[in-house]
């Protein structure tokens, strides 16, 4: 049997004193690829900001490989939405991959040959690598994509939280994204990724979290990926009973 | 003297007018940096004209600032230096000739950077002019003119200013120029700062163009209101700034522009949906939410009975934080205490009724 | 030649040359966060602070004006942080009202001050406005060099996480990294450099010395660290330049110089940097030929 690797207890965020997330439980299975599903507005962001311990949470726990502290957020490694960084900022490629392994260095330590290594082979397996004295700022969309997965790569963790990795990229790179995901599930990592497109959730994932404030269905794809589900969650655009 | 307190409230008035584009098209610093390089204008037209107080001056200070408009906006279109850092760096650079100019040329003649920085409003009468046979100083005069021209600008071009600041795409798309509109509204600025320099000096003038206006901005949403209520502000500071600067012998712009940024901070705090009022909201609905909470759990089966170290656990609450929550709720009758446990009363059940349908959650 | 070994010269030759290496590395993380002209309203709020520091002493005495410079720099920070996070105004907005409202303020002390015969020796008191470098004693130059060694100091010691902070905020917290800290450390030291500059470049001239040289470096680099090096570099030459041609020559005041430099500076980097006007026309041709 499989373990849950993040396991959510009864968790409760709230914005500006209004509820974002209601008594949500949920787990993540260890080695899946888990889609976070529901409509706008459902919380899905906030779900994983929580996680990430960017918001506090009113009340609930979250359990990341069976600890609460910040140390375990180091098992994580987070590819936040597009359009969070500051694209005007003078690095390259290469350089932005390597920022992925501080999280194993010190402070003022710099990265030695191996994570030199480490992240030619993350950019080599993004098909990057012809990139990589690039700017950043003379990227496409999906090739930022790519990189920002290569840096996650490198920071060689168990468990990949992702915000809409797929949003607004070409095709090729959304199949490279899939595929890399995949063989790096083979490799025993899990995969915790806000997913819009329903049609491919089938295609891509094989466990889906449906969500609207709180879970509405969670599981195995085969057992939970039903119209009923799904209509239940888009449907109620407030979850008022 | 009542003079020296009209030349202050039409400076006012004449540079907030055009201050309200300004800041609503997100320019308050491209004021700075006029109002900077406008000395080198002065120190050149100076050098030609050898005559302080020499119409050329104006003009040649004027033109300096449309330049400096130019030269940032030039620097801009090749998208290799951000818009704030080529405002820096312009009116830096030129400000920096002004100041050699003046000290390797100038020190022998009468030009005092002090009074162009500073401005001394108290001099202005001093300085008079013969108008249908009125005498009055001088900046009044040109300070009148201006706000008659600039209001009159703003008048006529309402409309233009109005759609090419909230929608340059859209004004570029029913034809007609932004670029034009915006020099135009520049060539004023410049003019207009170079004028009130004398009276209010260099720096201070950009107080002048924006205070009024961001507390304008502050209280209401339309262009037109701002437009009436940026020039109750202007009058207001004005006075105000002379009122002061007359009683404590100050310098009354310098005076003014302390006064506009305590009226602005003012108004901030205390309007009604401003910084003080929104954080006592705020609070209030943060202790409103956390005594709905707390009902809420209580009104689930597994915690019927719940001690107050359980409550704080939950929330991640200090104990005190939480006894004064239960204390209240307690007072108000939703909650009963039995031993060391807490629960629900029947108002209590209700409160977490309507609790949920304010929340938009459903039940349990 | 004499000139280069005169005393006055070296004095100030190496408080103007070390804080414009300062300001230029430190300035740069501004500048690439598109915040420069925070350094500018900075700048000019420092006036009112140095003149209620003169009010206090009784002199224009070095350390106490630079205390009250960084002590209005923090308050005009903090009002600026204020405004722009609780209201609908801008950045810039916020920085027009704060610059011209605390150095009016500034203007009216110092009316006061000047027109009060309790205070004596008021006339140092402008050359913080406009920078006085000639007169800067062998104290001013310990101030800066003081600053200056902290500064670069701190910046080594959270080099890594400054420029992950830059890059990317929310991946930089995400990795363990505080970003209020970060940034308050930023602005710390800016606020320290401009309060020990004034002295040397004055309160109006000196947030050139914090934007060009990160402007210059990144009209090169498209490398962080190549870029503050340049930063520095160019802040450094420049300013030797600058106090040169100020000794050299008479009428020019060096803080004003050391920007004339800088500005060519600027100039000749857009038009030969890595992506400049030259370059990128050269570039096309050499494009199209091939």
């Known amino acids: 049997m499989t373990e849950d690797i993040i396991k959510i207890k009864d968790l409760i965020v709230a914005y500006d004193e209004k509820p974002a997330i209601w008594h949500l439980n949920m787990t993540l299975q260890e080695n899946s690829i888990t889609a976070i599903v529901g409509p706008n507005g459902a919380g899905k962001s906030t779900l994983i900001k929580s996680i990430m311990q960017l918001i506090k949470p009113v009340s609930g726990e979250i359990h990341i490989n069976g600890s609460k502290s910040k140390k375990a957020l180091r098992d994580i490694a987070y590819v936040p939405q597009k359009g969070e960084v500051n694209w005007e900022f003078p690095t390259t490629v290469l350089d932005v991959v390597l920022m992925g392994r501080y999280v194993h260095k010190g402070w003022i330590k710099r990265p030695n040959k191996e994570d030199h290594k480490i992240a030619m082979s993350a950019l080599r397996e993004m098909k990057m690598e012809a990139f990589r004295n690039r700017q950043i700022s003379e990227l496409s969309g999906g090739q930022r994509q790519r990189v920002f997965l290569a840096r996650a790569i490198c920071q060689d963790a168990d468990i990949y939280i992702m915000d809409e990795p797929l949003q607004g990229i070409d095709i090729t790179t959304e199949k490279l994204i899939i595929e890399t995901i995949k063989s790096l599930q083979e490799q025993g990592k899990s995969f915790l990724i806000v997913h819009h497109n329903l049609d491919t959730v089938k295609e891509y994932f094989d466990h889906v979290v449906i969500m609207n404030k709180t879970i509405f269905a969670s599981g195995k794809i085969s057992e939970v990926w039903t119209s009923e589900n799904i209509d239940k969650a888009y449907s109620e655009v407030s979850a008022v009973r | ?364 | 030649m004499e000139l280069l070994t005169s005393y006055t010269f070296l004095i100030v030759a190496i408080g103007t040359t070390l804080l414009s290496f300062a300001s230029g590395i430190i300035g740069t993380i501004s500048v690439i966060k598109g915040q420069s002209l925070i350094g500018d309203a900075i700048g000019h709020a420092t006036f009112p602070g140095i003149i209620l520091a003169f009010m206090l002493v009784g002199v224009t005495d070095t350390l106490s004006l630079a205390v009250g410079a960084v002590i209005f720099g923090v308050i005009a920070f903090f009002f600026i942080q204020m405004i722009t996070n609780h209201s609908k105004i801008t950045l810039d907005g916020a920085l027009a009202l704060i610059l011209s409202s605390f150095f009016g303020l500034g203007m009216a002390l110092k009316s006061f001050v000047q027109g009060n015969p309790a205070f004596q020796n008021t006339q140092g008191i402008d050359d913080y406005i406009f920078g006085q470098a000639a007169y800067m004693l062998r104290l001013d130059v310990y101030l800066i060099l003081i600053a200056s060694v902290i500064s670069l100091l701190l910046f080594i010691i959270f080099y890594h996480q400054i420029r992950i902070y830059t890059f990317d905020p929310i991946y930089s917290s995400t990795i363990g990294i505080n970003p209020s800290l970060i940034n308050f450390l930023v602005l710390s030291m800016t606020i320290i450099l401009i309060a020990v500059g004034l002295k040397a470049v004055g309160a109006i001239l000196i947030v050139n010395l914090l934007i060009a040289p990160g402007v210059i470096g990144l009209l090169w680099s498209n490398r962080f660290k190549t870029v503050i090096i340049i930063a520095g570099v160019a802040g450094a030459v420049s300013a030797f330049i600058g106090t040169y041609i100020s000794t050299a020559f008479a009428g020019f005041p060096a803080g004003p110089s050391i920007i004339i430099v800088l500005s060519v500076f600027v100039f000749i980097s857009m038009l030969f940097g890595r992506k400049g006007l030259v370059t990128r026309k050269f570039k096309k041709v050499r494009g199209e030929s091939s």
């Open chain 2, 1 to 364: 003297m009542i003079e020296v307190l009209f030349v202050l409230i039409v400076a006012s008035l004449a540079t907030s007018v055009l201050g309200v584009f300004l800041v609503l098209k997100n320019q308050a610093m491209t004021t700075d940096a006029i109002s900077h390089t406008i000395l080198l204008g002065i120190v050149l037209a100076f050098f030609i004209t050898q005559d302080i107080r020499s119409p050329w001056l104006i003009i040649g200070a004027a033109l300096v600032g449309v330049l400096t408009v130019y030269l940032i906006q030039l620097i801009n279109q090749t998208n290799l230096i951000k818009n704030d850092a080529s405002i820096g760096i312009v009116f830096t650079a030129l400000f920096a000739i002004a100041i050699i100019l003046i000290s390797r040329y100038a020190d022998n003649v009468h030009l005092d950077i002090d009074v162009v920085i500073a401005g001394e409003v108290l001099f202005a009468p001093l300085n008079r002019i013969e108008i249908f046979g009125y005498s009055m100083p001088r900046a009044l005069w040109q300070l009148g003119l201006l706000l008659i021209v600039n209001t009159g600008f703003v008048a006529l071009f309402y409309k233009e200013l109005k759609v090419s600041t909230f929608d340059p795409k859209f004004a570029y798309v029913i034809g007609f120029s932004t670029t034009l509109i915006y020099y135009m509204l520049m060539t004023l600025v410049s003019v207009t700062a170079v004028v009130a320099f004398d009276a209010v000096g260099a720096i201070l003038v950009i107080n002048f163009f924006v205070a009024p206006v961001l507390t304008a901005y502050l209280l209401v949403k339309r262009l037109s209101h701002m437009i009436f209520l940026t020039a109750f502000f202007a009058i207001l500071n004005s006075t105000l700034g002379y009122l002061i600067g007359y009683n404590i012998d100050l310098s009354m712009s310098g005076a003014t522009a302390t006064v506009a940024l305590i009226i602005f901070i003012m108004v901030f705090l205390f309007k009604p949906d401003g910084y003080i009022i929104l954080k006592i909201k705020k609070r209030r609905q943060k202790k409103e939410f956390m005594h709905a909470m707390i009902l809420m759990l209580m009104s689930e089966d597994e915690h019927e009975m719940i001690s107050s170290k359980e409550i704080a656990k939950h929330f991640n609450l200090t104990r005190a934080e939480t006894e004064k929550q239960l204390e209240t709720l307690e007072m108000e009758g939703y909650i009963v205490k039995t031993d060391d446990h807490y629960m629900l009363t029947i108002r209590g059940e209700e409160f977490t009724h309507y609790s949920r349908i304010k929340y938009e959650l459903k039940p349990y």
